[in-house]
């Protein structure tokens, strides 16, 4: 099979081979554009998942330290009731020793009269 016209057939050939070349740089244009796209998807994701991680750090610090607030509020509040419960002790004394004092007063005025 000869060709009458082998230039125009070169020509269609040469056309192809342009189309053919665009659509490569189009492709590329395309996966770079998707590259960079699933990048920054990539970095949003980790910052978020690393905000996440933060979070949760941050939340167990204040768990953590509201826990030592607590044992030493618990530790002050028995030390309260202890110093409460000794100086009602010593206040009960008190009252037996000057509720004796004021029996021994009216046996003497008794005794005396």
């Known amino acids: 099979l000869e060709l009458i016209h082998p230039h125009y057939d070169n020509r269609r050939v040469l056309n192809i081979a342009l189309v053919l070349m665009e659509m490569q740089k189009a492709d590329e244009i395309l996966r770079q554009r998707d590259k960079v796209q699933e990048d920054y998807v990539k970095s ?18 204040i768990r953590v330290n ?31 020793r000057r509720q004796a004092l004021e029996d021994m007063r009216e046996q003497q005025k008794e005794y005396l009269a």
């Open 66 to 96: 509201r826990r030592k607030i607590e044992v030493v509020a618990e530790t002050e509040n028995d030390i309260l009731l202890k110093q409460r419960e000794d100086f009602n002790k010593r206040m009960a004394e008190a009252e037996k």
């Open 44 to 61: 949003i994701s980790a910052g978020f998942f690393d905000t996440l991680k933060q979070e949760r750090r941050r939340i167990r610090n």
